[in-house]
T-cell receptor, first 112, second 110 residues
Framework: NAGVTQTPKFRVLKTGQSMTLLCAQD?????MYWYRQDPGMGLRLIHY???????AKGEVPDGYNVSRLKKQNFLLGLESAAPSQTSVYFC???????????FGPGTRLTVT | SQKIEQNSEALNIQEGKTATLTCNYT??????LQWYRQDPGRGPVFLLL?????KEKRKERLKVTFDTTLKQSLFHITASQPADSATYLC?????????FGKGTSLLVTP
């Protein structure tokens, strides 16, 4: 099992460009999450999903959109990237909302 | 507002000693608390989950306590090794998701 994978690992964008981060999990988990991690700020929840076709906002959703068309995939989109979105993005999944989360390796995004 | 506080200062200890990390929280009524380990450049890895009625839980050299009266969890690593050097995060459930503390960096020196 690959667990949770993220694509790409690194990306540099110019302000105003768009991109999509892909998260895939092969554990048949219902719940999936997108976090960003910044120095001194810890992990902050962007959006999450409690099942295929559902999404919900987390702590810092502005500037991001998500989709969960298939149970195993959770996509994070940036429509118009801003320098404030420079961060490391982590995807995670869990079998339920109360169980441990499994994290991907992260995507390092730089917006210039 | 809900807060999870972990010591922001790095903890430096000598190999073989016991490391103790603290997680304090406010405005939560948690049924359980989780601890994760994060190495530089990697995603967090789940270590332990302790329920409110368990008070103490052990896994190999790890021990976690959970005091809902003090609103505090302590995370102990006994006989610490340089390989234990990492950042340790505590997490509490908020709705369908987890809120994480900012983590405490542990450095174990030979």
């Amino acid at each position: 099992n690959a667990g949770v994978t993220q694509t790409p690992k690194f990306r540099v964008l110019k302000t105003g460009q768009s991109m999509t981060l892909l998260c895939a999990q092969d554990m048949n988990h219902e719940y999936m999450y997108w976090y960003r991690q910044d120095p001194g700020m810890g992990l902050r929840l962007i959006h999450y999903s409690v099942g295929e076709g559902t999404t919900a906002k987390g702590e810092v959703p502005d500037g991001y959109n998500v989709s969960r068309l298939k149970k195993q995939n959770f996509l994070l989109g940036l429509e118009s990237a801003a320098p404030s979105q420079t961060s490391v993005y982590f995807c995670a999944s869990s079998s339920t909302g109360s169980r441990e989360q499994y994290f991907g390796p992260g995507t390092r995004l730089t917006v210039t | 507002s809900q807060k999870i506080e972990q010591n922001s200062e790095a903890l430096n200890i000598q190999e073989g000693k016991t490391a103790t990390l603290t997680c304090n929280y406010t405005n939560y009524s948690p049924a359980y608390l989780q601890w994760y380990r994060q190495d530089p450049g990697r995603g967090p890895v789940f270590l332990l989950l302790i329920r409110e009625n368990e008070k103490e839980k052990r896994k190999e050299r790890l021990k976690v306590t959970f005091d809902t009266t003090l609103k505090q969890s302590l995370f102990h690593i006994t006989a610490s090794q340089p390989a234990d050097s990492a950042t340790y995060l505590c997490a509490l459930r908020s709705g369908y998701a987890l809120n994480f503390g900012k983590g405490t960096s542990l450095l174990v020196t030979p």
